[in-house]
């Protein structure tokens, strides 16, 4: 039966699985290495591990998250198309669906600049005449248009441009990716939790890297995952995820 200080333990550990910070809050004296001795000891404790076990049940019905959803959470972030968070595209340039292939125009455009025009018109005098308004590629340019492969003064790779959506708005694996943004003085970082760390984090929720070991018998089940550096599990993780149809990045 665990005594009042060690459930005192069991409570404090399942805060921040802090051990020996635990061990101290829950009541004992010990400080130092030997906190951390005797609580280490603790955590070998049958009885102990199965209260925390408990507790971190009680813990997940409370914010009512399951491995699963985690896992599921994970898979997002590593399947997140970053097109989603930021692109960079190439967008038809103002020649490039101009009337021979001329300066083209939004309306707006037009207007003000016919307006000008006029202005000029009425101020001028015979000694120097305004010319007739040119109305160059007409109007209708659209900022959002691919580039015109026929254009001679791009050559079809238009202009380039930086997006970046609302992220209010963002939904489903983007929102779960999204890591807020920097605002820098050379301007706008988005950031973006690591897809590596996420296939990483979700290889080991499904055992995969023990499979593969096993399979590869290599080493035996008891050595796993530690065994692993992060660069190999990276590694064999993007190979699975080839293997089952996925674009994974490099
Ligand atoms: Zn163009």
């Known amino acids: 039966m665990a005594t009042e200080k060690q459930l005192r333990f069991v409570a404090e550990f399942l805060k921040d699985r802090n051990a020996s910070a635990a061990y101290q809050r829950a009541g004992y004296a ?7 001795t005797a609580a280490s000891r603790l955590l070998r404790d049958p009885e102990i591990v199965a209260l925390i076990e408990q507790g971190e049940g009680e813990l997940r019905e409370r914010v009512k998250i399951s491995q699963e959803n985690i896992t599921e959470l994970l898979w997002d972030i590593a399947i997140t198309d970053a097109n989603d968070l930021i692109q960079h ?5 103002r020649y490039c669906y101009g009337i021979g292939f001329r300066y083209q125009r939004t309306a707006g455009e037009r207007e ?34 691919d580039p015109n492969p026929d254009c001679p003064e791009c050559f079809g790779e238009g202009v380039t441009d930086v997006y970046i ?4 708005k963002l939904t489903g694996a983007a929102r779960t990716a999204y890591a807020g ?3 820098t003085k050379d301007g706008i970082k ?3 939790h690591s897809k590596p760390d996420a296939l990483v984090k ?13 399979h590869k018998g290599v080493i035996g089940v008891a050595e796993i995952t530690e065994s692993l550096t992060p660069d190999v599990k990276e590694r064999v993780a993007k190979e699975m995820l080839r293997e089952a149809g996925y674009v994974v990045d490099e």
Not at 89 to 93: F, Q, S
Request: glycine share 8%.
């Open 190 to 192: 988005v950031l973006q």
């Open 89 to 93: 595209r190439h967008l038809c340039c």
């Open 181 to 183: 943004v920097q605002v």
């Open 112 to 145: 003000r600049d016919f307006a000008q025009w006029e202005a000029d018109q009425r101020d001028a005098d015979d000694d120097d005449p305004v010319r007739p308004f040119d109305e160059m590629g007409g109007t209708g340019y659209h900022k959002l248009k």
């Open 30 to 36: 010990a400080r130092g290495n030997s906190a951390e």
């Open 202 to 214: 979700v290889g080991e929720h499904i055992g995969m890297f023990r499979k593969v070991l096993e």
């Open 165 to 168: 959506p609302d992220t209010r």
